[in-house]
């Protein structure tokens, strides 16, 4: 009996032994398997970082992409050349116009000034008493074209011109900008390409760039902005030049006439001093010339009131209130007669 006990108790330590060896033989795979997934995951993970590293040490290396377009040029205002004869080129020597000066306005006092109106006229050069604006001959001071005068004088610094956003002479630009109303900046169109598609049959184009250049006979119009003073101390109404400004024509996509707008305006009190030194046409006698400031000063160019400050309290062009053309001419001359009757009317006889 008692051997039997014995044996039946060293079976049962063997089976227990048996078990245990079988459940370590079980759980060691596992755990390997887990550290090797471990491991695995591990460098899974070290090697995006490497390789984010490496990137961003080659985006650091590389250089950015330049831009190899070439950059368009700039619009150019070619004005003609001034070529001074080497010989006397007059039957006679004409040396005053280098020696003209304006003569000073005479003084008015504020309180002397007991009516005073703004005008603005326009100028067409086709008029036949405007006939020297589109004066086109060469002399030694440059073109005698009065728009050639202007930007010849803004270009070399004697006049600063102001933008046309008013006419109240409130900011100057400079003649880049000027050059840019006048001309446009430069286009870039497309263009067949006939050294790669010869005969047209592939469609193959290149850029070409257009600069367009600047044409004095687009400029057809001025605005001449005055004022009108009657001093009561000397009994007279004077006619004071404030400004002028060029117009540019603006057409439709057909090329009809839209409108027109003014380019800048120059002060004519700055002005004075440079017309003085150039003579303007005179088709009836070439030896009785003036200079552009003795015309302007005596009224010697023919223009329309398009504005004006009597009864105008919105400060409207003639145009914003009247549309018919004829119409606006008979309110031009409505406003030069009322100004006319004031002083007359001053006077018993």
Request: aromatic share 10%; charged share 30%.
């Amino acid at each position: 009996m008692k051997k039997s006990i014995i044996r039946l108790s060293l079976l049962a330590v063997v089976f227990a032994l048996a078990t245990n060896i079988a459940d370590a033989q079980q759980t060691k795979p596992k755990s390997r398997a887990k550290t090797t997934r471990g491991k695995a995951s591990t460098t899974k993970s070290k090697k995006p970082t490497t390789t984010s590293k490496n990137n961003n040490q080659t985006a650091i290396n590389t250089a950015p992409p330049k831009d190899t377009t070439a950059p368009l040029p700039e619009a150019q205002l070619d004005l003609p050349v001034v070529r001074k004869s080497l010989r006397n080129d007059n039957a006679v020597e004409r040396n005053l116009v280098k020696d003209r000066t304006p003569l000073a306005y005479e003084h008015i006092r504020e309180d002397d000034a007991v009516y005073r109106q703004r005008v603005w006229r326009e100028l067409d050069v086709h008029e036949k008493m405007n006939l020297p604006f589109v004066y086109k001959a060469d002399d030694d001071n440059g073109n005698q074209r009065f728009i050639n005068i202007l930007l010849a004088s803004i270009k070399s610094g004697d006049i600063t011109a102001f933008s046309a956003i008013d006419d109240r002479f409130t900011t100057p630009i400079t003649i880049k900008e000027i050059t840019e109303q006048l001309v446009g900046k430069p286009k870039v169109v497309q263009i067949p390409d006939w050294n790669k598609d010869p005969d047209g049959s592939k469609g193959i184009t290149k850029d070409s760039v257009i600069v367009e250049q600047f044409d004095p006979e687009a400029v057809e119009k001025y605005w001449v902005k005055e004022e009108v003073v009657f001093d009561k101390e000397s009994s007279r109404l004077y006619t004071r030049i404030l400004g002028i400004a060029p117009l540019k024509t603006i057409k439709n996509t057909d090329g009809s006439f839209r409108d027109v707008t003014p380019i800048f305006w120059v002060y004519y009190p700055d002005l004075r001093p440079m017309l003085a030194k150039y003579e303007a046409y005179n088709g009836k006698n070439y030896g009785a010339r003036m200079s552009w400031e003795e015309l302007f000063e005596s009224r010697m160019f023919a223009s329309r009131i398009i504005k004006s400050t009597i009864d105008n309290p919105m400060d409207q062009y003639i145009s914003g209130y009247v549309k018919d053309d004829i119409l606006r001419l008979l309110e031009g001359e409505n406003i030069k007669e009322k100004i006319f009757n004031y002083e007359q009317d001053l006077w018993s006889y």
